[in-house]
């Protein structure tokens, strides 16, 4: 079994920066890719970011690229999403999860742990 746990999440302005956070534990952190997928009310869940093991590859939605880093720490069992420039259209859940081995880095469908989400809104 895995747990994933978000934090990080608020409200910040048009233009601001959140950091997210995944602590995860009960596997080896670092044998597994990890992503991060967003839901809006109303919308299916979508692709944002993803990350191999080691981290040293990084597959980004093109919606956030340029704007958005996702990283590890695997030291500390951690996955971050760095949100600068952030938009209205940006504001959803936004869940980290853990990629089945094989899997395709960008459907959801591909991977199996989920953590419980934390809320992000963009307003003025």
């Known amino acids: 079994q895995v747990q994933l746990v978000e934090s990080g999440g608020g409200l910040v302005q048009p233009g601001g920066s959140l950091r997210l956070s995944c602590a995860a534990s009960?596997?080896?952190?670092?044998?597994?890719?990890m992503g991060w997928f967003r839901q809006a009310p109303g919308n299916e869940r979508e692709f944002v970011a993803a990350i191999s093991g080691s981290g040293g590859s990084t597959y980004y939605a093109d919606s956030v690229k340029g704007r958005f880093t996702i990283s590890r720490d695997n030291a500390k069992n951690t996955l971050y999403l760095q949100m600068n420039s952030l938009k209205p259209e940006d504001t959803a859940i936004y869940y980290c999860a853990v990629r089945r081995i094989g899997g395709s880095y960008y459907d959801a469908r591909d991977y199996t742990y989920w953590g419980q989400g934390t809320q992000v809104t963009v307003s003025s």
């Open positions: 009960g596997r080896t952190f670092s044998a597994y890719a």
